[in-house]
């Protein structure tokens, strides 16, 4: 190249702001410096759903972006250069942008060197952003200027081969006494020679910018979603990283329902029962805490409610994948995130350790242990009859689950979906507990929100969303009590009731959740609490 110049240049912006100057139509007068003509000034690409479009063209429409990618161009390829002159490096000022540049060479049999220098170079405003974007940027260049590479040395091979094969010819007809010296048409073609090549030629890839446009719309909408910019309170983060909840199946699919089986009910009393298919877009599914509370009742919400906030084992049980996941995906939003371990459907028991919100197909039995314990609860749901099975007797059902409170829909409700009047829900556990005299406070303040007639199911979330940043600070300070030397005092008891009572405003019915919660916070920020100042 003559000197360092704009190839190639790719951006997105809202639809709203897109006009036809959006793609500079100016071309360069050489050859190696162009990318676009006249008659095709560029790419656009449309994502229709976000309402943003992908623009390639030879120069940006704003001047003062191109006053920015100019510099950024000339200091990648001539100043911020790493060893070799080839790779990534980053550099920047913190009062214009940071740029990411990944120089590299292609083969070129009629350049100095049998080589040209290409720099690909990402501007942002955001260091940190590009920063924390860096594997995922570099990775993808590498992969998109190693298949140039290749293209480009397929076709640098072949013009070398040609230039073996005209030199052959040429030592032939001199040895044969017909070699001529060249003449002034000749000499005047080689001094207008063209100094660059196109990126076409030295890849012999007609298509290559359509191909680089493709390439960088993947870039930009896939970098953009794989980092979410949020505000983060307070040095380090309080919450530790969730888990990602495991996989329906090793397909993603779970194959219920596509053969008849044996059905074992609770106590192993209902059986040979059959059920028929039931498609997943036909299954109803649970939306929110409030559908939740109707279906099941106030007494049966609570008992169910109050075994997730204090980090007992939830199973919910039922025939149809969807509603079962449903179910489990309102039920950890009543804890912090990262206190959610989550097997979403699965055919056979998991334990509790494994995780604390389990989806079971039915026919899937308990082992003894977990029927015994007092820190595992089981939400059945038992579909219409028909889908049931004919052969079924309604005595038989109703015999196997009398010793339980069976909860039906409220038939004066009519914002519930329509499978609340077919469905029953069952919860059990192997000793209810005693909240008409102990309830914790902020189940008290959930059932609240729940039976307001007038409160939506938004204001619901948000409401309780600031409920739990309040009991995590609550969380913070019991953390922070229990390490500060009083395990062999023996006032701490006294100690611990007052900061509970006084301080937190809470009673000893809301321990066993504050302990629990403790486990949402993250390592290092347990370390700060310990090491902040006392």
Request: glycine share 6%; charged share 20%; with cysteine.
């Given at each position: 190249m003559n000197k360092p110049r704009l190839l190639f240049h790719h951006m997105h912006r809202p639809d709203s702001s897109l006009s036809e100057a959006s793609m500079s139509s100016t071309t360069d007068n050489c050859e190696g410096c162009r990318s676009v003509t006249v008659d095709q000034p560029g790419f656009i690409s449309h994502d229709s759903k976000a309402q943003i479009s992908y623009i390639s063209s030879q120069y940006p429409e704003q001047p003062q972006l191109y006053r920015i990618l100019r510099h950024a161009c000339v200091r990648s390829l001539n100043c911020e250069v790493c060893p070799g002159k080839e790779g990534p490096i980053v550099f920047g000022e913190d009062n214009s942008c940071h740029v990411l540049s990944h120089t590299f060479h292609l083969q070129d049999s009629q350049a100095r060197g049998f080589q040209r220098l290409y720099s690909f170079i990402i501007v942002m405003m955001d260091r940190v952003f590009l920063i924390n974007s860096w594997p995922f940027l570099v990775k993808h260049l590498r992969t998109l200027i190693d298949e140039l590479q290749s293209k480009a040395e397929i076709v640098f091979t072949k013009e070398q081969e040609e230039a073996k094969d005209s030199q052959r010819a040429s030592s032939s007809i001199r040895s044969a006494g017909l070699y001529s010296m060249p003449g002034p048409d000749h000499l005047r073609h080689i001094r207008t020679n063209p100094s660059g090549r196109s990126l076409v030629e030295l890849t012999g890839d007609?298509?290559?910018?359509?191909?680089?446009?493709?390439?960088?719309?993947?870039l930009l909408k896939a970098g953009g979603m794989r980092i979410t910019e949020c505000m983060v309170e307070g040095p380090p983060s309080a919450m530790a990283t969730p888990e990602v909840s495991l996989p329906l199946t090793d397909s993603?699919?779970?194959?219920?329902?596509?053969?008849?089986?044996?059905?074992?009910?609770?106590?192993?009393?209902?059986?040979a029962l059959e059920f028929q298919v039931v498609t997943m877009e036909n299954q109803p599914l649970v939306h929110s805490l409030k559908q939740l509370y109707q279906m099941l009742g106030q007494k049966d919400f609570m008992e169910l409610a109050y075994r997730v906030l204090r980090g007992d084992q939830v199973i919910v049980r039922g025939s149809e994948v969807m509603t079962v996941t449903s179910i489990i995906g309102v039920l950890k939003d009543l804890v912090p995130e990262s206190c959610c371990h989550i097997v979403s459907f699965s055919q056979c028991y998991k334990e509790s350790f494994v995780c604390n919100f389990l989806g079971l197909a039915v026919g899937v039995s308990l082992p003894k242990h977990v029927k015994d314990s007092d820190f595992h609860v089981l939400l059945d749901i038992l579909p219409p009859l028909e889908l049931r099975g004919a052969d079924q007797p309604s005595h038989q059902l109703a015999a196997t689950f009398a010793e339980h409170s069976i909860v039906g829909p409220p038939q004066t409700t009519s914002d519930l979906?329509?499978?609340?009047?077919?469905?029953?829900?069952?919860?059990?556990?192997?000793?209810?507990?005693n909240l008409d005299q102990k309830c914790p406070l902020i189940l008290q303040k959930l059932v609240s929100l729940l039976s307001g007639e007038f409160f939506s199911d938004a204001l619901i979330a948000q409401a309780f969303q600031g409920l739990k940043g309040e009991w995590m600070n609550k969380v913070k300070v019991l953390y922070k009590f229990s390490k500060m030397g009083y395990s062999d005092n023996p006032e701490r008891v006294e100690k611990l009731e007052k900061l509970l009572k006084e301080v937190l405003l809470v009673g000893p019915e809301d321990l066993p959740i504050l302990r629990y919660w403790r486990s949402a916070l993250s390592k290092e920020y347990r370390s700060y609490l310990l090491h902040s100042t006392k």
């Amino acid at each position: 190249m003559n000197k360092p110049r704009l190839l190639f240049h790719h951006m997105h912006r809202p639809d709203s702001s897109l006009s036809e100057a959006s793609m500079s139509s100016t071309t360069d007068n050489c050859e190696g410096c162009r990318s676009v003509t006249v008659d095709q000034p560029g790419f656009i690409s449309h994502d229709s759903k976000a309402q943003i479009s992908y623009i390639s063209s030879q120069y940006p429409e704003q001047p003062q972006l191109y006053r920015i990618l100019r510099h950024a161009c000339v200091r990648s390829l001539n100043c911020e250069v790493c060893p070799g002159k080839e790779g990534p490096i980053v550099f920047g000022e913190d009062n214009s942008c940071h740029v990411l540049s990944h120089t590299f060479h292609l083969q070129d049999s009629q350049a100095r060197g049998f080589q040209r220098l290409y720099s690909f170079i990402i501007v942002m405003m955001d260091r940190v952003f590009l920063i924390n974007s860096w594997p995922f940027l570099v990775k993808h260049l590498r992969t998109l200027i190693d298949e140039l590479q290749s293209k480009a040395e397929i076709v640098f091979t072949k013009e070398q081969e040609e230039a073996k094969d005209s030199q052959r010819a040429s030592s032939s007809i001199r040895s044969a006494g017909l070699y001529s010296m060249p003449g002034p048409d000749h000499l005047r073609h080689i001094r207008t020679n063209p100094s660059g090549r196109s990126l076409v030629e030295l890849t012999g890839d007609k298509e290559v910018f359509v191909y680089m446009h493709k390439y960088f719309v993947y870039l930009l909408k896939a970098g953009g979603m794989r980092i979410t910019e949020c505000m983060v309170e307070g040095p380090p983060s309080a919450m530790a990283t969730p888990e990602v909840s495991l996989p329906l199946t090793d397909s993603g699919t779970v194959q219920v329902g596509e053969r008849k089986g044996v059905r074992e009910s609770l106590d192993g009393l209902v059986s040979a029962l059959e059920f028929q298919v039931v498609t997943m877009e036909n299954q109803p599914l649970v939306h929110s805490l409030k559908q939740l509370y109707q279906m099941l009742g106030q007494k049966d919400f609570m008992e169910l409610a109050y075994r997730v906030l204090r980090g007992d084992q939830v199973i919910v049980r039922g025939s149809e994948v969807m509603t079962v996941t449903s179910i489990i995906g309102v039920l950890k939003d009543l804890v912090p995130e990262s206190c959610c371990h989550i097997v979403s459907f699965s055919q056979c028991y998991k334990e509790s350790f494994v995780c604390n919100f389990l989806g079971l197909a039915v026919g899937v039995s308990l082992p003894k242990h977990v029927k015994d314990s007092d820190f595992h609860v089981l939400l059945d749901i038992l579909p219409p009859l028909e889908l049931r099975g004919a052969d079924q007797p309604s005595h038989q059902l109703a015999a196997t689950f009398a010793e339980h409170s069976i909860v039906g829909p409220p038939q004066t409700t009519s914002d519930l979906d329509g499978f609340l009047l077919t469905y029953k829900f069952m919860v059990s556990c192997a000793s209810p507990s005693n909240l008409d005299q102990k309830c914790p406070l902020i189940l008290q303040k959930l059932v609240s929100l729940l039976s307001g007639e007038f409160f939506s199911d938004a204001l619901i979330a948000q409401a309780f969303q600031g409920l739990k940043g309040e009991w995590m600070n609550k969380v913070k300070v019991l953390y922070k009590f229990s390490k500060m030397g009083y395990s062999d005092n023996p006032e701490r008891v006294e100690k611990l009731e007052k900061l509970l009572k006084e301080v937190l405003l809470v009673g000893p019915e809301d321990l066993p959740i504050l302990r629990y919660w403790r486990s949402a916070l993250s390592k290092e920020y347990r370390s700060y609490l310990l090491h902040s100042t006392k």
